[in-house]
């Protein structure tokens, strides 16, 4: 059974031909699952690289993983998949669309700028 935010292994099977298992020198290359579910550990909890669990090995090498297979495109691929499967299983509502958005605005004081019609050097007193 597959622990919190890791892919079960029917889940594993639908995505592991997007990720290449060939290399070629150097170091034994770590599992590629391994590192996906660090990425997703990270994704999904919310914490910072460097606090991921030392099971998923170094933070350094995870981070590394995701930044190449997202610039090649392996998570888009990832999602075009899980969509054509849910599609063709009936679980897609294509007359339901949702957007979340957040918009906080914050001040000049919130970097560092001082406030209109403020001091603008302090009074010196003997």
């Given amino acids: 059974m597959a622990k919190r ?3 079960s292994d029917e889940a594993w ?3 592991a031909d997007l990720f290449t298992a060939v290399h070629v020198r150097g170091r034994p290359r770590s599992s590629d699952r391994l ?3 660090g ?3 990270v994704l999904c909890s919310g914490a910072a690289w460097r606090d ?3 099971r998923f090995g170094s933070w350094a090498t995870v981070y590394y993983r995701f930044r190449v297979w997202r610039n ?3 998570f888009d691929q990832m999602l075009r998949r899980l969509h054509l499967r849910l599609n063709d299983k009936g679980l897609i509502d294509l007359h ?3 957007i979340d958005s957040t918009a906080v605005r914050a001040t000049r004081a919130s970097s ?3 406030k209109k019609g403020g001091l603008t050097s302090l009074p010196i007193t003997l």
Avoid: F, N, S
Wanted: net charge negative; aromatic share 12%; charged share 25%.
């Fill in 5 to 7: 935010y890791e892919l």
């Fill in 13 to 15: 099977e639908v995505v």
């Fill in 35 to 37: 590192m996906l579910d």
């Fill in 39 to 41: 990425v997703l550990w």
């Fill in 52 to 54: 991921m669990p030392e």
């Fill in 72 to 74: 090649r495109g392996t």
């Fill in 96 to 98: 339901t669309w949702m």
């Fill in 112 to 114: 560092g700028a001082r």
